[in-house]
T-cell receptor, first 118, second 112 residues
Protein backbone atom coordinates (compact mmCIF):
# COMPACT_ATOMS: atom_id res chain seq x y z
CA UNK A 1 0.00 0.00 0.00
CA UNK A 2 0.84 3.73 0.05
CA UNK A 3 1.58 4.24 -3.63
CA UNK A 4 2.06 7.70 -5.06
CA UNK A 5 2.11 8.30 -8.79
CA UNK A 6 3.23 11.27 -10.86
CA UNK A 7 2.43 12.25 -14.38
CA UNK A 8 4.17 12.89 -16.67
CA UNK A 9 7.45 11.17 -15.87
CA UNK A 10 9.31 13.35 -18.37
CA UNK A 11 8.38 16.54 -20.11
CA UNK A 12 10.20 18.86 -22.45
CA UNK A 13 8.73 22.29 -23.02
CA UNK A 14 9.72 25.54 -24.65
CA UNK A 15 10.75 28.56 -22.67
CA UNK A 16 7.76 30.71 -21.77
CA UNK A 17 5.20 27.92 -21.73
CA UNK A 18 3.50 26.37 -18.70
CA UNK A 19 3.70 22.78 -17.56
CA UNK A 20 1.38 20.91 -15.21
CA UNK A 21 2.55 17.98 -13.13
CA UNK A 22 0.07 15.71 -11.35
CA UNK A 23 0.62 13.84 -8.13
CA UNK A 24 -1.83 11.18 -7.02
CA UNK A 25 -2.07 8.97 -3.96
CA UNK A 26 -3.44 5.75 -5.39
CA UNK A 27 -4.52 3.75 -2.37
CA UNK A 28 -4.83 6.21 0.48
CA UNK A 29 -6.16 9.65 1.20
CA UNK A 30 -3.52 12.31 1.60
CA UNK A 31 -4.65 15.45 3.34
CA UNK A 32 -1.15 16.81 2.88
CA UNK A 33 1.18 16.50 -0.07
CA UNK A 34 4.61 17.97 -0.57
CA UNK A 35 6.47 19.20 -3.64
CA UNK A 36 10.24 18.96 -3.87
CA UNK A 37 12.80 19.93 -6.45
CA UNK A 38 16.10 18.12 -6.85
CA UNK A 39 19.07 19.23 -8.92
CA UNK A 40 21.74 16.69 -9.94
CA UNK A 41 23.70 15.38 -6.98
CA UNK A 42 21.85 17.74 -4.65
CA UNK A 43 19.44 17.14 -1.84
CA UNK A 44 15.70 17.34 -2.14
CA UNK A 45 14.58 20.90 -1.55
CA UNK A 46 11.07 21.36 -0.22
CA UNK A 47 9.17 23.84 -2.35
CA UNK A 48 5.75 23.81 -0.76
CA UNK A 49 3.30 21.95 1.42
CA UNK A 50 -0.06 21.36 -0.19
CA UNK A 51 -3.17 20.94 1.92
CA UNK A 52 -6.43 19.66 0.48
CA UNK A 53 -8.93 22.41 0.07
CA UNK A 54 -6.68 25.25 1.12
CA UNK A 55 -3.79 27.32 -0.15
CA UNK A 56 -0.35 25.82 -0.29
CA UNK A 57 2.38 26.92 2.08
CA UNK A 58 5.48 27.88 0.17
CA UNK A 59 9.04 27.72 1.44
CA UNK A 60 11.11 30.85 1.57
CA UNK A 61 12.45 31.81 -1.83
CA UNK A 62 9.88 29.84 -3.82
CA UNK A 63 7.69 32.07 -6.00
CA UNK A 64 4.07 31.11 -5.47
CA UNK A 65 2.97 32.85 -8.68
CA UNK A 66 5.45 30.84 -10.69
CA UNK A 67 4.82 27.47 -9.07
CA UNK A 68 1.06 27.16 -8.77
CA UNK A 69 -0.15 24.35 -6.54
CA UNK A 70 -3.69 23.04 -6.42
CA UNK A 71 -4.80 20.30 -4.05
CA UNK A 72 -8.30 19.71 -5.33
CA UNK A 73 -9.04 16.39 -3.68
CA UNK A 74 -7.68 14.01 -1.07
CA UNK A 75 -5.84 12.07 -3.76
CA UNK A 76 -4.66 14.71 -6.22
CA UNK A 77 -2.29 17.66 -6.09
CA UNK A 78 -0.97 19.50 -9.13
CA UNK A 79 2.06 21.70 -9.64
CA UNK A 80 2.04 24.10 -12.57
CA UNK A 81 5.29 25.71 -13.58
CA UNK A 82 4.23 28.92 -15.29
CA UNK A 83 6.31 30.74 -17.90
CA UNK A 84 9.02 28.14 -17.60
CA UNK A 85 12.65 29.07 -18.16
CA UNK A 86 15.70 26.85 -18.66
CA UNK A 87 16.72 27.38 -15.03
CA UNK A 88 13.47 25.68 -14.00
CA UNK A 89 14.76 22.45 -15.54
CA UNK A 90 14.97 19.99 -12.68
CA UNK A 91 13.59 16.82 -11.17
CA UNK A 92 10.29 17.51 -9.41
CA UNK A 93 9.11 15.00 -6.84
CA UNK A 94 5.93 14.92 -4.82
CA UNK A 95 5.26 13.05 -1.62
CA UNK A 96 2.30 12.38 0.60
CA UNK A 97 1.74 11.36 4.16
CA UNK A 98 -1.15 9.44 5.64
CA UNK A 99 -0.76 10.91 9.08
CA UNK A 100 -0.42 14.61 8.56
CA UNK A 101 0.62 16.39 11.68
CA UNK A 102 1.99 13.35 13.46
CA UNK A 103 5.63 13.92 14.22
CA UNK A 104 6.91 10.59 12.98
CA UNK A 105 4.82 10.38 9.85
CA UNK A 106 6.39 8.51 6.98
CA UNK A 107 6.45 10.16 3.59
CA UNK A 108 5.63 8.24 0.43
CA UNK A 109 7.30 9.64 -2.64
CA UNK A 110 6.21 9.65 -6.24
CA UNK A 111 8.58 8.53 -8.99
CA UNK A 112 9.42 12.10 -9.97
CA UNK A 113 9.02 14.22 -13.11
CA UNK A 114 12.02 15.28 -15.16
CA UNK A 115 11.33 18.75 -16.59
CA UNK A 116 13.54 20.11 -19.33
CA UNK A 117 12.92 23.64 -20.58
CA UNK A 118 14.53 24.47 -23.91
CA UNK B 1 25.15 27.44 10.38
CA UNK B 2 22.95 24.39 10.40
CA UNK B 3 24.10 21.49 8.28
CA UNK B 4 23.35 17.90 7.37
CA UNK B 5 26.45 16.17 6.05
CA UNK B 6 26.68 12.98 4.10
CA UNK B 7 29.82 11.83 2.37
CA UNK B 8 29.68 13.05 -1.21
CA UNK B 9 32.13 10.41 -2.39
CA UNK B 10 30.66 7.13 -3.48
CA UNK B 11 31.20 4.13 -1.24
CA UNK B 12 32.45 1.11 -3.16
CA UNK B 13 32.33 -2.28 -1.46
CA UNK B 14 32.40 -5.94 -2.39
CA UNK B 15 29.30 -8.07 -2.32
CA UNK B 16 28.80 -9.76 1.03
CA UNK B 17 30.51 -7.06 3.05
CA UNK B 18 28.81 -4.62 5.39
CA UNK B 19 28.25 -1.13 4.04
CA UNK B 20 28.32 1.70 6.55
CA UNK B 21 27.07 5.16 5.63
CA UNK B 22 27.32 8.23 7.85
CA UNK B 23 25.05 11.17 8.44
CA UNK B 24 26.35 14.02 10.59
CA UNK B 25 24.45 17.09 11.57
CA UNK B 26 25.26 20.30 13.39
CA UNK B 27 23.21 22.75 15.37
CA UNK B 28 20.06 20.66 15.40
CA UNK B 29 18.40 18.62 18.10
CA UNK B 30 16.19 16.44 15.94
CA UNK B 31 13.38 14.43 17.42
CA UNK B 32 13.87 11.81 14.70
CA UNK B 33 16.04 10.85 11.80
CA UNK B 34 15.03 8.92 8.70
CA UNK B 35 16.89 7.02 6.01
CA UNK B 36 15.69 6.72 2.43
CA UNK B 37 16.93 4.93 -0.66
CA UNK B 38 16.87 6.69 -4.02
CA UNK B 39 17.56 5.04 -7.35
CA UNK B 40 18.61 7.15 -10.38
CA UNK B 41 15.68 9.05 -11.84
CA UNK B 42 13.29 7.85 -9.14
CA UNK B 43 11.75 9.24 -5.99
CA UNK B 44 13.11 8.25 -2.57
CA UNK B 45 11.80 5.19 -0.77
CA UNK B 46 11.48 5.24 3.01
CA UNK B 47 13.61 2.68 4.84
CA UNK B 48 13.82 3.40 8.55
CA UNK B 49 12.98 6.01 11.16
CA UNK B 50 14.78 6.28 14.48
CA UNK B 51 13.70 8.55 17.31
CA UNK B 52 15.94 10.63 19.52
CA UNK B 53 15.45 8.31 22.48
CA UNK B 54 16.38 5.23 20.46
CA UNK B 55 19.99 4.18 20.06
CA UNK B 56 19.55 1.52 17.40
CA UNK B 57 16.94 0.15 15.05
CA UNK B 58 17.00 -2.88 12.78
CA UNK B 59 15.01 -4.05 9.79
CA UNK B 60 16.12 -7.21 8.04
CA UNK B 61 19.67 -6.49 6.79
CA UNK B 62 19.50 -2.83 7.75
CA UNK B 63 20.64 -1.29 11.00
CA UNK B 64 20.55 2.37 11.99
CA UNK B 65 22.19 3.95 15.01
CA UNK B 66 21.54 7.40 16.38
CA UNK B 67 24.02 9.14 18.66
CA UNK B 68 22.60 12.48 19.73
CA UNK B 69 25.79 13.34 21.60
CA UNK B 70 27.99 12.88 18.55
CA UNK B 71 25.17 14.24 16.36
CA UNK B 72 25.59 11.31 14.05
CA UNK B 73 23.65 8.45 12.55
CA UNK B 74 25.21 5.36 11.01
CA UNK B 75 23.36 3.28 8.44
CA UNK B 76 24.55 -0.30 7.97
CA UNK B 77 23.64 -2.83 5.30
CA UNK B 78 24.92 -6.30 6.15
CA UNK B 79 25.61 -8.98 3.55
CA UNK B 80 25.40 -6.33 0.85
CA UNK B 81 24.24 -7.22 -2.65
CA UNK B 82 24.66 -5.48 -6.00
CA UNK B 83 20.93 -4.71 -5.83
CA UNK B 84 21.66 -2.51 -2.80
CA UNK B 85 23.53 -0.10 -5.07
CA UNK B 86 21.72 3.24 -4.85
CA UNK B 87 21.95 6.63 -3.20
CA UNK B 88 21.01 6.69 0.47
CA UNK B 89 19.59 9.88 1.95
CA UNK B 90 19.29 10.80 5.57
CA UNK B 91 16.57 13.19 6.59
CA UNK B 92 16.00 14.74 9.94
CA UNK B 93 13.67 16.94 11.84
CA UNK B 94 15.11 20.44 11.76
CA UNK B 95 12.09 22.46 12.71
CA UNK B 96 10.12 20.45 15.19
CA UNK B 97 7.70 19.12 12.61
CA UNK B 98 6.96 16.00 10.64
CA UNK B 99 8.55 17.53 7.54
CA UNK B 100 12.22 16.49 7.52
CA UNK B 101 15.15 18.17 5.82
CA UNK B 102 17.20 15.96 3.52
CA UNK B 103 20.92 15.52 3.17
CA UNK B 104 22.52 15.20 -0.27
CA UNK B 105 22.90 11.47 0.00
CA UNK B 106 25.76 9.05 -0.43
CA UNK B 107 26.04 6.75 -3.40
CA UNK B 108 26.68 3.10 -2.56
CA UNK B 109 28.09 0.77 -5.21
CA UNK B 110 28.23 -2.93 -4.39
CA UNK B 111 30.50 -4.87 -6.70
CA UNK B 112 29.76 -8.52 -7.48
Amino acid sequence: GAVVSQHPSRVICKSGTSVKIECRSLDFQATTMFWYRQFPKQSLMLMATSNEGSKATYEQGVEKDKFLINHASLTLSTLTVTSAHPEDSSFYICSATRNAGQKFAEQYFGPGTRLTVT
Amino acid sequence: SQKIEQNSEALNIQEGKTATLTCNYTNYSPAYLQWYRQDPGRGPVFLLLIRENEKEKRKERLKVTFDTTLKQSLFHITASQPADSATYLCALDTRGSYIPTFGRGTSLIVHP
